[in-house]
């Protein structure tokens, strides 16, 4: 009964931010709404662990462990980023009154939209039906896309219409695939059935492989278009870049998650009809392929919040290479790195969002002095990005450990080395500049001292976990994880 | 399994498919958003009959409310906003990279290609019927071909809708359709879709005062 109000919880708080009067009741309202999904999420993970899946609404609602782990993420980030929130816009649109008129309309139409995105976001781990999924994901496009625009600049507008455009492409692609998964179980089920996961579990092995082998193609790009995967990731450098920072720790920390989960429910799918070497092969190639852009577009990157876009290209790219891997081990990696990525670079973007509103500019050379400056906010870069290039003792650097061993044990080592040099590359490519900017000579005229409490807060409370994660995976995690794992048929 | 067409079903079915064809034409050849729309309304009102016929031969009531709102929906509802933006963007003619010859000829080019690929996808022992899919294909290849040659952004959002309505067709005539449901949730959602991109082009015109996506060059590398 905890997915109900999970749902509802951010839905009806959208609903409220049209009405209330203050901005301080619009903060509070975005804040109690994330918290509350929060433990709601922690709760219904509790459940799942305990008894292996949930079901509410009738057939509508379904969670296993694959569904709690995605939404923990979503519901943490979620948290964070509306803590985060409250203390950016405060600065960010200091100069404007935004007790009536503009200034309030635009914070209302924000803290609903964060509201309605988080709420199409919560939908798709726990929807049962692949068409809802669908339809979810296409919300979190249509529910993000004037969060992306919330500037209203020439460039902004310019990654919201690449940003619509491109995804909507990809949706339409993913609905193919999921009119022919629908299609592929016609022979066992009849040509009217729900078309929900719950349904489709039990007949999983004998779905029309031809089909199957048809739709997983179809899902793949395009719900591989919202996760980034390349080369269909065009709109999101620009939309990460241009967004809001809080906005920015969403998208990459978790809409793209959201879509990956997409893909590894269909993977779930296709795999007991179809085998596993043709899903792990598209995998394996769009993952590389996603690690060799990112590396090539880190190289050259002048621009520091792009530079964290293309990360989270890279990062989606070893998420879909540890599935490809697979067994017990390459998927632990897998669903390891997505909550490492998604905790590290929500504590960069916000980091960030805090260096734009000092420095007043996203240029990486025009950035220095940081740690003189805002030592806090400078610590914390520096920390979320050794967490996010996989140095030790971070999570990350134990997920990506474990998808490299996967991948030579099963006999994969080319894809294994070529992986680990990519990533050796990224390492030293993207300290480099965090180096430039943490350190050096300050502009004069730059005032000295952190800029928001209340972002510092969430920063620090996403720190926690990101080091946390690094030290221990503790147990009720482990066995979500592996509970997760087996959902995705690993073990063995 | 669903059941086998019938003869005279399956002869207005390929006349609709053809239908279907003609208004991509239509839609390449055109020159002024006017035709766009007109080609649009009267592409979804031929879905919409698609959807009417195989539900009289299913005998799927579900289909029939289907039909009906798509007419709604897409001919009237979306075609109508559509109108509107296009009005608020007074003198712009959408341009194509191409001339419309070569766009035509593009055109041919992805229907053979679709016609010639789509057996290719269907392995032998299925019952996807070839001429639908491929006319279905046809027209996500042809929506996909609008969107990157044509640079106003009506034009584009008109291309993504003619993919949406290949798919749509595509999954009535191979699948016989999705639970209503779910057809009703995309119906709802093309519908959003369409008010959002519709306000961002009206977003973007007042703050760039063209909807040439030609003006949107800025963000690279």
């Avoid at chain 1, 993420?73 to 948290?79: S, Y």
């Avoid at chain 1, 200091?94 to 309030?104: E, F, M």
């Avoid at chain 1, 929500?346 to 007043?360: D, K, N, Q, T």
Wanted: charged share 10%; net charge positive; hydrophobic share 55%.
């Amino acid at each position: 009964m905890l997915l109900i109000p999970l749902i509802f919880v951010p839905a009806a708080a959208a609903l409220l931010c049209l009405i209330v009067p203050g901005r301080l009741w619009l903060e509070l309202i975005t804040l109690g709404s994330s918290i509350a999904c929060l433990g709601l999420g922690i709760a219904a993970t509790a459940q799942v662990v305990a008894a292996g899946h949930l079901e509410a609404l009738g057939v509508w609602l379904y969670a296993d462990a694959l569904s709690a782990l995605t939404l923990l993420i979503i519901a943490f980030v979620g948290a964070t980023a509306a803590l985060y929130s409250i203390g950016y816009l405060r600065e960010d649109m200091k100069a404007q009154d935004v007790h009536r008129g503009a200034g309030l309309r635009e914070l209302r139409r924000y803290y609903a939209l964060f509201n309605i995105f988080l709420f199409s976001m919560l939908v798709v781990p726990v929807s049962n039906s692949l068409g809802v999924l669908w339809i979810a994901i296409e919300g979190t496009t249509l529910a993000s896309l004037f969060l992306v625009s919330f500037y209203r600049t020439r460039e902004a507008l310019e990654a919201a219409w690449k940003y619509v455009i491109v995804g909507s492409v990809g949706i339409a692609l993913a609905l193919f695939g999921t009119i022919l998964a629908y299609y592929s179980a016609v022979q066992v089920l009849g040509t009217s059935y729900d078309l929900t996961w719950s349904v489709l579990a039990p007949v999983t092995a004998q779905l029309n492989p031809s089909i199957m082998r048809l739709a997983f193609l179809f899902i793949l790009v395009g719900f591989g278009t919202k996760a980034g995967l390349a080369p269909m990731h065009t709109w999101l450098p620009d939309a990460h870049s241009e967004a809001p920072s809080p906005i920015s720790a969403l998208l990459s920390g978790v809409l793209l998650n959201t879509a990956m989960y997409s893909i590894l429910r269909y993977y779930a799918l296709a795999t007991p009809s179809l085998g596993r070497a043709y899903p792990s092969g598209l995998l394996l190639g769009f993952g590389l392929l996603s690690l060799l852009i990112a590396t090539l577009f880190i190289l050259k990157q002048r621009d520091y919040k792009r530079l964290l876009a293309y990360s989270s290209v890279e990062h989606m790219g070893i998420v879909a290479i540890g599935i490809a891997f697979g067994g017990p081990l390459g998927l632990f990696g897998a669903l390891l790195q997505m909550i490492g990525h998604a905790v590290a670079k929500s504590l960069m973007f916000f980091a960030s969002g805090m260096v734009v509103l000092r420095y007043e500019t996203k240029q990486i050379d025009r950035v220095a002095g940081l740690v003189k400056l805002m030592p806090a906010t400078g610590v914390m870069l520096i920390i979320g990005a050794l967490a996010l290039t996989g140095a030790p003792p971070f999570g990350i650097f134990i997920s990506e450990l474990s998808i490299l061993t996967a991948g030579f044990r099963s006999g994969q080592a080319a894809a294994a080395l070529a992986m680990l040099t990519l990533v050796a590359i990224i390492f030293i490519r993207f300290l480099r500049p965090m180096n430039s900017m943490l350190f050096g000579q300050a502009r004069i005229d730059l005032p000295s001292g952190e800029i928001s409490r209340t972002a510092l807060g969430a920063m620090a409370i996403t720190l926690i976990l990101v080091i946390g994660l690094g030290l221990t995976v503790p147990a009720p995690l482990s066995e979500l994880l592996n509970q997760s794992v087996a959902v995705l048929g690993g073990t063995p | 399994m669903p059941s086998p067409v019938p003869t005279s079903a399956a002869q207005i079915l390929q006349v609709l498919g053809a239908v279907l064809l003609l208004t991509v034409f239509w839609m390449l050849a055109a020159r002024r958003l006017h035709d766009y729309l007109t080609a649009y309304a009267t592409q979804s009102v031929t879905v919409a009959l698609i959807a009417a016929v195989v539900g009289t031969f299913t005998g799927s009531v579900d289909l029939y409310v289907v039909a009906v709102l798509t007419v709604l929906v897409k001919a009237v509802a979306i075609v109508g906003i559509l109108h509107v933006v296009a009005g608020r963007l007074p003198g712009q003619r959408p341009r194509s990279v191409l001339n419309m010859p070569t766009s035509l000829l593009i055109g041919v080019a992805l229907v053979i290609l679709a016609f010639l690929t789509s057996p290719a996808v269907v392995a032998p022992g299925t019952f996807l019927n070839e001429p639908p899919l491929a006319v279905s294909l046809s027209l996500v290849l042809i929506g996909l071909f609008l969107m990157s040659s044509r640079r106003h952004m009506l034009s584009q959002i008109i291309g993504l809708l003619t993919i949406e309505n290949g798919l749509f067709s595509g999954a009535v005539a191979i699948a016989y359709g999705m639970p209503l449901i779910v057809e009703f949730g995309i119906l709802f959602d093309v519908l959003v879709a369409v008010i959002v991109l519709g306000l961002l082009v009206t977003l973007i015109q007042r703050n760039i005062v063209s909807a040439d996506t030609a003006e949107l060059r800025e963000l690279r590398g």
